[in-house]
């Protein structure tokens, strides 16, 4: 009814409905313990190696202890190991990963009278989530991002250009050549990442130029297709405009920071987390990746569960008490530096090389353009029962979707949403075929990919 509603309203009324929307979600996010944690990490900025880790290690033992009192999963699986909340028996616990995330969420839910905030997500191995915060979690999560982000100047307010997974455009704004809507409250522009096609290009880019962000925040696919038209049409984006561009939902290759920096005349800053709720890795002014400690417990670890420098990450993250995520196998790769290194930043936690992630698939719809990872992966949002999906493109105008469901929660009208979800990003006139199948394949290499684009050699801009 909310979305009917906004889909009738003069453009003008639907940036003053984005403006309300976000105004209650900030009070949520900004309210409460959010200003004792932002103050807390930024005097935490200066702590010692030896100050993060012990830090680390009592955030550990308390998050152990919470999680055994009130999830009934855990207490169940963790309440014969010995020295369970100690940080140095953690190869002790069990690893779990989505599958069994999804199959037990009821019961590693804690139960307490505290009013949960609840998270649907997608995910980029195609299986639909439903974790649940609590406030203060979420208040903490984004006092980290908002300490990350203003090491580089930003705070909520200052002029931002957005690329998410909102579907936020009407017919006419298409017809009219208008690819964005305005939270002039916020002073935040949401650029749509669903119409990312040569045709359009022309328009977010001037747009940009015109408009000037002081940030840019988001999937970096879509901003570098941006700068890819940018520079292949000449066009010269102001200097000093933008101080900084913070990426999101998807990994970065050097290429695409070469391109995304070299048009835009600023720096990308990079962070790691999840939807789930997984502890933070950022950039640094230097450029270098910092294991965030006060925020959880990061494992890199082999196919046989033994720490390795470049591997498997699974994670413990300390602000996921309503939905306990302790060795949690996320899906993703790093390959973590030298231990004994430091960085002349200031910051002393611990480094990574690389985060190995997942690269730029995605799918192209002639309607709108290309179809990224993070935009493919939020086609679940909404929904219940599926396990698991994979779509598989072997046609411009055609999709084949494979679903593995559970049928004790999907149904017509779950299906309906995800039909729905996906025309919101490929348009009208692609044919969606849905496949039900018991089981997805995995690569040769072990890894599941939800996106297999098998016509890029015909796609062109």
């Known amino acids: 009814m909310k979305e009917r509603l ?59 202890h919470f999680a055994m009192e009130h999830s009934p999963y855990y207490a169940n699986t963790l309440k014969n190991i010995d020295g369970v909340a100690d940080i140095g028996n953690i190869a002790s616990l069990p690893v779990i990963d989505k599958e069994i995330l999804r199959s037990h969420i009821d019961t590693i839910v804690v139960k307490t009278d505290e009013k949960f905030d609840v998270h649907k997500t997608g995910g980029t191995t195609g299986k639909s989530l439903e974790v649940k915060f609590f406030a203060r979690n979420t208040q903490e999560r984004f006092a980290f991002l908002d300490d990350f982000r203003a090491r580089f100047g930003y705070e909520l307010g200052k002029k931002t250009a957005w690329f998410s997974g909102k579907s936020i455009l009407t017919d006419k704004d298409v017809r009219k050549h208008r690819f964005w809507k305005t939270d002039v409250l916020h002073k935040v522009r949401y650029y749509s990442t669903f119409h990312i096609k040569n045709d359009y290009l022309k328009y977010y880019v001037e747009d940009l130029i015109k408009y000037r962000p002081e940030y840019f925040v988001g999937f970096p696919s879509t901003i570098l297709d941006i700068a890819k038209y940018g520079i292949a049409n000449n066009y010269q984006y102001p200097e000093d405009a933008t101080k900084a561009i913070f990426p999101t939902a998807e990994t970065i290759t050097s290429e695409m920071r070469t391109v995304i920096e070299g048009f835009f005349k600023t720096k990308m800053y990079d962070q790691y987390a999840s939807s789930e709720g997984a502890p933070f890795i950022f950039e640094c002014i230097q450029g270098n990746l910092h294991l965030e400690l006060q925020s959880g417990v990061f494992e890199v670890l082999d196919d046989n569960d033994s720490p390795t420098q470049s591997g498997r990450l699974v994670v413990t993250s300390f602000t996921t008490e309503g939905t306990p995520l302790i060795r949690y196998d996320i899906g993703d790769s790093i390959t973590l530096d030298d231990p004994d290194k430091t960085c002349s930043c200031g910051n002393n936690n611990l480094l990574v090389k690389e985060i190995l992630g997942r690269t730029d698939d995605y799918i192209y719809s002639p309607e709108n353009g290309k179809i990224n990872l993070g935009n493919i992966s939020n086609t679940l949002k909404n929904t219940r029962g599926i396990k698991s999906f994979q779509v598989v493109q072997d046609a411009l105008n055609q999709l084949d979707i494979y679903l593995v469901t559970d049928a004790s929660e999907y149904n017509q009208k779950v299906e309906t949403t995800f039909l729905n979800n996906w025309r919101d990003r490929v348009g009208s006139k692609m044919v969606l075929n849905l496949h039900y199948v018991e089981e997805n394949p995995v690569e040769k290499s072990g890894k599941f990919r939800i996106v297999k684009n098998n016509i890029k050699d015909l796609i062109h801009g």
């Open 6 to 64: 906004y889909k009738l309203l003069p453009h003008k009324l639907q940036n003053m409905l984005i403006a309300v929307y976000n105004k209650k979600a900030y009070k949520l996010r900004y309210g409460g313990a959010y200003k004792f944690y932002r103050e807390e990490k930024k005097k935490n900025r200066s702590l010692t190696r030896a100050e993060l880790i012990a830090l680390q290690k009592e955030r550990y033992k308390s998050f152990i």
